[in-house]
């Protein structure tokens, strides 16, 4: 079973402060989605990185794919309200396995102004 | 508008009376699958569906039911739902196994006293 663990698991910092949250596993995954979950909803798909060492920039949202492609990270520049949310890291398996999605236990980001 | 829909968004009901959650999508999906969320242990996939007559288990399968009777609809059924059954659910569907942005439905909350 792969398994995916998110840390931390809760972060309140000030508006304008920066963050990161990580990802890390001891599986290899074809690739790696982070998910937003704001409240009373179902999670968004915000990206995916498929390469290892692949750095994708979303606005002020920077994600990570470790070179091994076991672990990944978020990085949040200078957050704000609007960035408080649960964020979901998920590692998708092989194809033989469905594609199968394993989710990491989330990191709740609460952005203070 | 593409969405998810599940129904219903909230339910409480007591140990042993059968149940089923409905999910229905409109953009002609082949995969859908059913996740429950619980506090820290973040999404667990429940079963999936590649395609219409074709299910298969997840991570956490017992206890439920599914079937695919057409594309557009997955229903989840608890025949007996137990206390331990009390969780988020989260039905989601994507366009095929190997595409990556997973829509997500927004939620169905239940309580099994």
């Known amino acids: 079973t792969q398994l995916l663990e998110q840390s931390p698991q809760f972060l309140s910092i000030q508006e304008g402060e920066n963050l990161t949250v990580y990802c890390n596993s001891s599986?290899?995954?074809?690739?790696l989605q982070w998910y937003r979950q704001e409240p009373g909803e179902g999670p968004v798909l915000l990206v995916t990185?498929?390469?290892?060492?692949e750095v994708k920039k979303l606005k002020r949202l920077t994600f990570q794919f470790g070179d091994a492609r076991k672990d990944s990270s978020l990085h949040i520049t200078a957050a704000q309200p609007g960035d408080t949310g649960l964020y979901l890291c998920?590692?998708?398996?092989?194809?033989?396995?469905?594609?199968?999605?394993?989710f990491g236990g989330g990191t709740r980001v609460l952005v203070k102004p | 508008e593409a969405q998810v829909t599940q129904n219903p968004r909230y339910l409480i009901t007591v140990t042993g009376k059968k149940l089923t959650v409905t999910c229905s999508q409109n953009?002609?999906?082949?995969?859908m699958s059913w996740y429950r969320q619980d506090p820290g242990l973040g999404l667990r996939q429940i079963y999936y569906?590649?395609?219409?007559?074709?299910?298969d288990k997840g991570d956490v399968p017992e206890g439920y039911k599914v079937s695919r009777k057409e594309k557009r609809n997955f229903p989840l059924i608890l025949e007996s739902p137990s206390p331990n059954q009390t969780s988020l659910y989260f039905c989601?569907?994507?366009?095929?196994?190997?595409?990556?942005?997973?829509?997500f439905g927004p939620g169905t909350r239940l309580t099994v006293l």
């Open positions: 989601a569907s994507k366009l095929t196994t190997n595409t990556d942005t997973q829509y």
């Open positions: 599986s290899v995954f074809s690739s």
């Open positions: 990185v498929v390469t290892g060492g």
């Open positions: 998920a590692g998708e398996g092989l194809k033989a396995a469905g594609n199968k999605l394993t």
């Open positions: 953009m002609n999906h082949e995969y």
């Open positions: 569906s590649m395609n219409v007559e074709v299910t």
